[in-house]
């Protein structure tokens, strides 16, 4: 198994689960395109932590016999640890010692609540091959869980997280997904490892919806770099709008990351979020440290008050985009990924 993300390193988000929003486009997947898909779970958590620790040396070759690539990535990108590395075996011993209580919270989620959504990832797997005719799911899906450190992350496209693309699936970083009660996170909130707004996301609920971020970031590559603030909204607002179209029955706060407070606050005051963008000339921005404040995740925008949510640029370019699809019915995703940023502003019309 091949990890396909840029890093590998683990991140900390989720959303979460109120209802706001209405489902856009299709709502029912076409009889033709519910072609059966195979899912299956592969336990590398149960694999690592349940080693015999007195024999270390041939239980490692054993799970890299086993997991192959995948193996040597979690390693290296994951652990930092490399095999030619003399402190390489004391190293995954002492990581399965200080995690094992981590692992043992996430045992029943994976035991109980990821094989209650294999149908969900299913039906989203699906709506994703009939949208994007290219994409065809791995067959077996692997679903690959596994615990990592709680203190490394990496930004993506639509979100921050720690669920990765893999050659054959997704891996899932159960560290991230253990309920926001879970006792493991108030103590990295006194440490400063994790803030309030990223351990309310911390919840099962956002695993479905991390694999669909990495499977859509996997066949849409997403390059930030030299663009305007409009255009980087955009790009993140299709994104938006395929995970909508693929996930149609999930709420619009879990895919946004809000709560649903912040997101209902959003549709009230669209207007007031649009004028702000304006009025502070702020949509062509060519600045990094300016736009980062708008595209990148955080407990609030300062400027639209304390209830606002962080990554505001993310509501507003979905809206955006849902704004330049209505004008423009018969798009398809493909058509709709291809066109450029300014091309959608432009021809959206959106007024709010």
């Known amino acids: 198994m091949v990890l396909m993300k840029n890093g590998f390193l ?27 898909v195979e899912i299956r779970i592969d336990r590398f958590d149960s694999a690592l932590f349940s ?37 390489a075996t004391e190293g995954v011993k ?46 077996p899906f692997v679903i690959t869980p596994f615990i990592g450190p709680m203190d490394a992350y990496e930004s993506f496209s639509v979100g921050d997280y720690g669920d990765v693309r893999t050659a054959n699936g997704a891996g899932i970083a159960m560290q991230f997904h253990l309920g926001g009660n879970a006792p493991l996170y108030e103590q990295g909130m006194q440490s400063g490892i994790f803030y309030a707004y990223q351990v309310r996301r911390f919840s099962p609920e956002t695993i479905p919806v991390n ?10 590559p997403y390059q930030a770099s030299g663009k305007q603030l409009v255009d980087e909204m955009i790009e993140k607002g299709k994104r938006i709008y395929l995970l909508k179209r693929i996930m149609p029955s999930t709420p619009d706060s879990l ?5 649903g407070k912040q ?51 993310l509501f507003t370019g979905w809206r955006i985009v849902e704004s330049y ?23 959206s019309g959106y007024r709010p």
């Open 211 to 220: 694999i669909m971020k990495c499977l859509v970031d996997d066949i849409f």
């Open 94 to 139: 002492s990581f399965i010692r200080s995690y094992h209580p981590v692992y043992k919270q996430a045992d029943p989620i994976v035991s109980k609540y990821l094989h209650g959504v294999l149908p969900e990832i299913e039906h989203s797997l699906q709506w994703l091959s009939f949208l994007v005719p290219s994409f065809i799911p791995d067959s």
């Open 263 to 313: 997101l209902e606050g959003c549709f009230e005051n669209e207007s007031l979020i649009w004028g702000f963008f304006v009025k502070n000339d702020l949509l062509y921005s060519l600045e990094p440290t300016i736009n980062q404040q708008y595209i990148r995740d955080g407990p609030k925008t300062p400027e639209l008050g304390e209830a606002s949510p962080g990554y505001i640029g």
């Open 255 to 259: 895919l946004l990351g809000y709560t």
């Open 10 to 36: 683990l991140f900390l988000i989720g959303f979460s689960c109120l209802w706001i929003g209405a489902c856009n486009g299709e709502s029912r997947l076409p009889m033709e395109a519910m072609r059966p």
């Open 325 to 347: 699809m209505e004008k423009n019915k018969g798009t398809s995703i493909d058509q709709l990924m291809k066109t450029p940023p300014n091309t959608v502003f432009q021809a």
């Open 51 to 87: 080693m015999d620790t007195s024999r270390m040396a041939e239980e490692l070759n054993a799970l890299s016999s086993r997991y192959g690539d995948f193996f040597t990535g979690y390693l290296t990108a994951v652990l930092g640890i490399f095999p030619e590395n003399p402190q």
